[in-house]
């Protein structure tokens, strides 16, 4: 599947993957319904894109004004793939990759004191995996007050409308995929 910048910046550049078969990417459709709802002003936001795969979603985000993003992904194929898209596009320098799996990594996180402004995170299609990203964010000192969340998963996965201090605001579907958008209510 050949994936493209929707907007911003890098409007229309290639990104570059690695297809074995595994990877199941959010197609350029999904991705730029999902940036339709989000805020158009990401500037200054710290982006955390989880099952990265080849980092489209927060390269998206960049390409749209972000600040920085930080790129999770177990897979070392994913990692490489990453860090040449962001070298490709002149983004290096606001780019973090970490390869290894996601529970770790946003254990490791936490662990740093850092604060997200936008999760966009694409698990793999099974059960429980949306489930434990979003417990995982609502448990873990992760989001900054304002927060966003969001998180594509099967139509048939049973994600809560709330965890912690995250709410269900919005949810769509396009074919095959759905996606859930949490927003941090105020304390």
């Known amino acids: 599947?050949?994936?493209?910048?929707?907007?911003?910046?890098h409007r229309g550049r290639?990104?570059?993957?690695k297809n074995d078969g595994r990877l199941r990417p959010t197609s350029d459709r999904v991705?730029?319904?999902?940036?339709?709802i989000l805020p158009p002003d990401l500037s200054d936001a710290r982006v955390l894109d989880l099952f990265a795969g080849t980092g489209a979603l927060g390269i998206e985000a960049l390409s749209r004004g972000a600040f920085a993003a930080v790129f999770v992904d177990a897979s070392r194929d994913a990692?490489?793939?990453?860090?040449?898209n962001l070298a490709d596009f002149g983004l290096a320098d606001q780019g973090r990759v970490i390869n290894k799996r996601v529970a770790t990594a946003l254990r490791q996180l936490a662990d740093e004191g850092r604060k997200f402004d936008l999760v966009l995170a694409d698990p793999p299609y099974r059960a429980d995996e949306p489930r434990r990203v979003m417990e995982a964010l609502a448990e873990l000192d992760l989001l900054s007050d304002e927060a966003i969340v969001v998180?594509?998963?099967?139509?048939?996965?049973?994600?809560?409308?709330?965890?912690g201090k995250l709410n269900r605001t919005d949810y769509r579907e396009y074919g095959g995929s759905a996606v859930s958008f949490f927003e941090g209510r105020p304390k």
């Open 1 to 9: 599947m050949r994936m493209r910048i929707i907007s911003g910046s």
């Open 14 to 17: 290639r990104l570059k993957s």
């Open 31 to 36: 991705r730029e319904a999902v940036f339709n």
């Open 79 to 84: 990692a490489k793939a990453i860090r040449g």
């Open 151 to 163: 998180i594509e998963h099967e139509p048939e996965a049973k994600l809560s409308a709330v965890y």
